[in-house]
């Protein structure tokens, strides 16, 4: 005997609806609160399943009010599937031209399509996964925010010390923001000497020169900015956000790769994918098993191109872009490491180049061969082998 879990998923409770392998109605819709009250009571009912047997879950992948969910079904030894809420909806307009919708009614539906498909459940690392996930994305928008502050720190130097960055040719490093930070105005930096520099070089690992501070010391005598309390109390404030966010990052890359660490992937073995690199990937793919070919990953990340096939008119167009936003981002930033890495996949590159297409296109096709990797990869549990690129 199979039972048939469809839950309808909701931020303060969800709605269920089960039935057998034969279609007989076992429960019908009933709700649960998304608290522990509630979350008893589902299990009581799964547990109270009679005669025993397989016991089939699935609920539509939407927002974040599921999540206790998963870690209370995964604790119990349930498993279960997510679904993409577009094919739910296509399902239950093939069933039916009502336009009734209700939860109870779409907990039964999604009951239905359950029985419709071919049932892969998610494994025993969703908390580890979602974990990961959070600290990935969390870090990309820590990055945008870093990102902005920067800038606004170059504004600021622009007005007061415009001379200071062009000194600096691979931009702003370690050395720069301790010299900002402890002599802000370019009065203070004008007064740089060897004891000040000593005491600098005490605290950081790689220095700059005494040569470059001394050109740093001329160009703050004979700067052409203007200062003014308000700008230096800006820089300053943008300063110290700029070095929390730039803490957090390290920080929070450090517990990725932990996480990372701990899952059996290898993606990191790539060469030209970078640990937090593969760690984001990952995360963003939250388990190999749901994908049959490496065309449904492309899909999924949004890298296919869309099709016209309309009369007399046939032929590919832009990238659809759909899916995983920041896995799309992820696989084309490798993409750009992976073919200057691999020389099968530079040849590849150069190739398309060749064709006539532009860079970013021709990325494309290069992120589309790295996907077919990581599917290899993945999916026979192997390390990287560059010989067998082609």
């Known amino acids: 005997m199979t039972f048939y879990v469809g839950i309808d998923i909701a931020k303060y409770k969800h709605d269920c609806f089960i039935a057998d392998d034969s279609g007989c109605v076992i429960r019908d819709s009933f709700s649960f609160k998304n608290d522990k009250a509630g979350f008893d009571v589902l299990l009581s009912i799964l547990k109270g399943l009679k005669p025993k047997g397989q016991i089939k879950i699935g609920f539509e992948s939407t927002g974040h009010y599921h999540f206790n969910l998963k870690l209370m079904l995964e604790a119990n030894g349930f498993d279960y599937v997510e679904f993409n809420p577009l094919l739910v909806h296509k399902f239950v307009a093939g069933q039916t031209l009502r336009k009734t919708k209700t939860d109870k009614k779409d907990a039964h539906m999604i009951a239905k399509y359950l029985m419709t498909i071919d049932y892969k459940p998610y494994v025993n690392s969703f908390y580890h996964i979602n974990n990961l996930k959070s600290l990935c994305r969390l870090r990309e928008t820590l990055i945008t925010d870093r990102t902005r502050y920067i800038n606004q720190i170059t504004s600021y130097l622009d007005q007061i010390f415009p001379e200071f960055k062009p000194l600096f040719e691979n931009g702003l490093n370690k050395s720069a923001f301790y010299l900002l930070t402890h ?6 930096m004008s007064k740089l000497n060897l004891e000040k520099y000593s005491k600098m070089k005490s605290e950081l690992k790689s220095p700059i020169s005494y040569q470059k501070t001394c ?41 990725i790769i932990e996480i990372y660490n701990s899952l059996n992937c290898h993606i990191h073995t790539i060469k030209g994918v970078g640990m937090i690199t593969a760690a984001g990937i990952l995360s963003e793919l939250t388990n190999m098993d749901k994908f049959k070919t490496p065309a449904q990953i492309q899909a999924f990340a949004g890298l296919e191109p869309s099709k016209n096939d309309s009369g007399e008119k046939i032929g590919n167009g832009k990238m659809v872009k759909h899916g995983s936003s920041y896995l799309r981002k992820y696989l084309m930033n490798s993409a750009e490491t992976f073919y200057v890495h691999n020389p099968a996949i530079s040849d590849f590159y150069w190739k398309k180049r ?31 082998d560059p010989k067998l690129v082609k």
């Open 183 to 188: 002599y802000t105005t370019p009065a203070k």
């Open 215 to 255: 050109q740093i010391k001329d160009a703050a005598k004979n700067t052409i900015g203007n200062s003014s309390q308000a700008l230096e109390y800006a820089l300053k404030t943008s300063l110290d956000i700029y070095l929390y966010l730039d803490n957090q990052i390290e920080e929070m890359e450090t517990k």
């Open 354 to 384: 060749n064709e006539g297409k532009d860079h970013r296109v021709a990325l494309s096709h290069v992120a589309r061969r790295l996907i077919n990797t990581i599917f290899y990869l993945e999916k026979h549990n192997k390390d990287f």
